[in-house]
T-cell receptor, first 111, second 116 residues
Framework: RKEVEQDPGPFNVPEGATVAFNCTYS??????FFWYRQDCRKEPKLLMS???SGNEDGRFTAQLNRASQYISLLIRDSKLSDSATYLC????????????FGAGTRLFVKA | ETGVTQTPRHLVMGMTNKKSLKCEQH?????MYWYKQSAKKPLELMFV???????ENNSVPSRFSPECPNSSHLFLHLHTLQPEDSALYLC???????????????FGPGTRLTVT
């Protein structure tokens, strides 16, 4: 089992749709969680951290479920500019520092 | 954005060449990282430095040699690479090395390396 697994893409959605991505992780000692966005042939950019209480930033909502070991990202009212690959990242300190990136979920938002 | 810069942006080298990738961060961070991103594969962490000391080396072949002369600069020295080393090499920095939420990483634009 991979340490971090994401929904296989691509997701193709119309503008204005709501789309949700999940990411599961295997290390129960994981401490921090993030969503990054990566545009084609560009570097990953931090989208948001994922806190235990959940957090929201405009149209984006991130949730953490420690019991089931997954994080989620919800995008409401999708825009064309949301088209990108979304990467989940899980950090842990057990056995040394580890930062694990998921393989990413590709999102296409179409007019 | 100029928080983390990398040079060169593109590099083509032969298997017998020696070259170096450079990364500089202007964020006042203490930790720097090298990642490799191959086509259709997740980012792979290669090296981590904290205050110029290497804290992680994820079983990277010795043909990749990192150097961190100070907390703002990071180099990746390359020699006798293989075609399968062709990838996007990304540098990142964070406030500290740690697993807490304060330690989110910021990436440079990457160097796209092609080994012929």
């Amino acid at each position: 089992r991979k340490e971090v697994e994401q929904d296989p893409g691509p997701f193709n959605v119309p503008e204005g749709a709501t789309v949700a991505f999940n990411c599961t992780y295997s290390n129960s000692a994981s401490q921090s969680f993030f969503w990054y966005r990566q545009d084609c042939r560009k570097e990953p950019k931090l989208l948001m951290s994922v806190y235990s209480s959940g957090n929201e930033d405009g149209r984006f909502t991130a949730q953490l479920n420690r019991a089931s070991q997954y994080i989620s990202l919800l995008i409401r009212d999708s825009k064309l500019s949301d088209s990108a690959t979304y990467l989940c990242v899980v950090n842990s300190r057990s056995g040394g520092f580890k930062t694990i990136f998921g393989a990413g979920t590709r999102l296409f938002v179409k007019a | 954005e100029t928080g983390v810069t990398q040079t060169p942006r593109h590099l083509v080298m032969g298997m017998t060449n020696k070259k170096s990738l450079k990364c500089e961060q202007h964020l006042g961070h203490n930790a720097m990282y090298w990642y490799k991103q191959s086509a259709k594969k997740p980012l792979e962490l290669m090296f981590v430095y904290s205050l110029e000391e290497r804290v992680e080396n994820n079983s990277v072949p010795s043909r990749f040699s990192p150097e961190c002369p100070n907390s703002s600069h990071l180099f990746l020295h390359l020699h006798t690479l293989q075609p399968e080393d062709s990838a996007l090499y990304l540098c990142a920095s964070s406030q500290e090395v740690g697993a807490g939420f304060s330690y989110e990483q910021y990436f440079g634009p990457g160097t796209r390396l092609t080994v012929t």
